[in-house]
Structures are given as C-alpha cells and as structure tokens.
Nanobody, 124 residues
Framework: QVQLVESGGGLVQAGASLRLSCAASGRTFSNYAMGWFRQAPGKEREFVAGISPRSLNTYYPDSVKGRFTISRDNAKNTVYLQMNGLQPEDTAVYYC?????????????????WGQGTQVTVSS
C-alpha cells in the first residue's frame, strides 16, 4: 500500500522560504513520478510541481516557476519542495502525490495516491 507523509509546513512571513518533505513507502519509489499540489480555501486543487522518476524532468506552472523547486532523493524515498519568496497567495494545504504508472513523467495528470497534506500559511 502506497503511503505518503508530508512535513515541513508552517506559518511564515511574506518573502520567507520553506522546504516541504514527503516520505514515501509501499513500493519502489524510484520507479514513479512525484508531484506537489496545493489547495486554498474555496479553490480547486492546483498542480505546483512534478518530477520524473530519475529527476530528468521537472514541471511547474507559471505561478510558481522560478520560486519553487522540486527535487527527490531516491535513496531516501523522499521528495522535496523548496519554496522561496513566499507570498500570501501561496497560503494553502500542500499535498504530495504520486502516479500509478512508471511511464508518467511528472506532468500534471495521472496522480493516483495522495498524502494527508501540510498547511502553509504566509502572512503579509
């Protein structure tokens, strides 16, 4: 059974940085793409970053490109999201996710397993 456990959220001021971590278990981590999503109150869940199984490809929407960086350590079964220059509009619950097919590259679609989420709050 795939399990994803996020950590690293918190309350920060605008302009600060945070690094989220997601520990995965239950299958061979290095075979699957990983991603981060977020959901703010009253809004739909939004893709914020994806990474291919061997870290060859990463994907970001324009809203976070240049500020957020996704990375993974396959030896530790962990994926990270480094968030710099945080703004109040980045406030959301952040979710780690993984896909169901080894052919997925980390693009926004195909995510089948989700963590419980970690809250990120950015004050102005």
């Amino acid at each position: 059974q795939v399990q994803l456990v996020e950590s690293g959220g918190g309350l920060v001021q605008a302009g600060a940085s945070l690094r989220l971590s997601c520990a995965a278990s239950g299958r061979t981590f290095s075979n699957y793409a990983m991603g981060w999503f977020r959901q703010a109150p009253g809004k739909e869940r939004e893709f914020v970053a994806g990474i291919s199984p061997r870290s060859l490809n990463t994907y970001y929407p324009d809203s976070v490109k240049g500020r957020f960086t996704i990375s993974r350590d396959n030896a530790k079964n962990t994926v990270y999201l480094q968030m710099n220059g945080l703004q109040p509009e980045d406030t959301a619950v952040y979710y780690c996710a993984t896909t169901n097919s080894p052919r997925d590259s980390g693009r926004p679609g195909g995510y089948a397993y989700w963590g419980q989420g970690t809250q990120v709050t950015v004050s102005s």
